[in-house]
């Protein structure tokens, strides 16, 4: 079983702001990064480190942490967000990578 | 424009052996790690190893640990997955992304790899 843990769904108003979440014991030692998979397609990162987002990616996503638990917040939803997340960390031994078991994201 | 190509996918039977490829191009190869993320049918993502720039590290999730090796040969900018013992739970499609030893950034599109009988 992952050490990771996400809510399998999560819905949102178009306009309006989410929070998806990612809780486990490691990220109190390490930041999570996220990944949006569409239907099809391979994943792309949207988050990495503290919060830092790769060339191309929309500015209303944004990460942050606190305790155990990492955060993605999508400020301002879009159709186009409709999509899974995934974190991903390490593991609480800090060597090997693990993932959370996904959010799917609807956009109503 | 950074491309990143699986290859070497298709059907095995169980305790069958397969060997991926994954070539990269538009980006600085040597000096990147390289993991590679599988994804069972219907199912979320698996991380299951990666190999530092030179390849003379390489970690593997318990899983796969002893059956699964990587080889990379940077003169081809290509990183090499080797699965050997396939069982029925490594039905999946396996990913090459590179980056760096904790996260990575640059996907190919995957490569399916199917064991049964």
């Known amino acids: ?108 | 424009e950074v491309r990143v190509v699986e290859s070497g996918g298709g059907l095995i039977q169980p305790g069958g052996s397969l060997r991926l490829s994954c070539e990269a191009s538009g980006l600085i190869f040597r000096s990147l790690w390289v993991h590679w993320v599988r994804q069972a049918p219907g199912k979320g993502l698996m991380w299951v190893s990666r190999t530092n720039s030179d390849g003379s590290d390489t970690t593997f999730t318990d899983s796969v640990k002893g059956r699964f090796t990587t080889s990379r040969d940077n003169t081809k900018n290509t990183v090499y997955l080797q699965l050997n013992d396939l069982k029925a739970e490594d039905t999946a499609v396996y990913y090459c992304t590179i980056g760096w030893k904790y996260y990575f950034e640059y996907w190919g599109q995957g490569a399916l790899v199917t064991v049964s009988s």
């Open chain 1, 1 to 108: 079983s992952s050490q990771l843990t996400q809510d399998p769904a999560v819905s949102v108003a178009l306009g309006q702001t989410v929070r998806i979440t990612c809780q486990g014991d490691s990220l109190r030692n390490y930041y999570a990064c996220w990944y949006q998979q569409k239907p099809g397609q391979a994943p792309v990162l949207v988050i990495y480190g503290e919060n830092n987002r790769p060339s191309g990616i929309p500015d209303r996503f944004s990460g942050s942490r606190s305790g155990n638990t990492a955060s993605l917040t999508i400020t301002g939803a879009q159709a186009e967000d409709d999509a899974d997340y995934y974190c991903n960390s390490r593991d609480t031994s800090g060597d090997y990578l693990v993932f959370g078991g996904g959010t799917k994201l609807t956009v109503l």
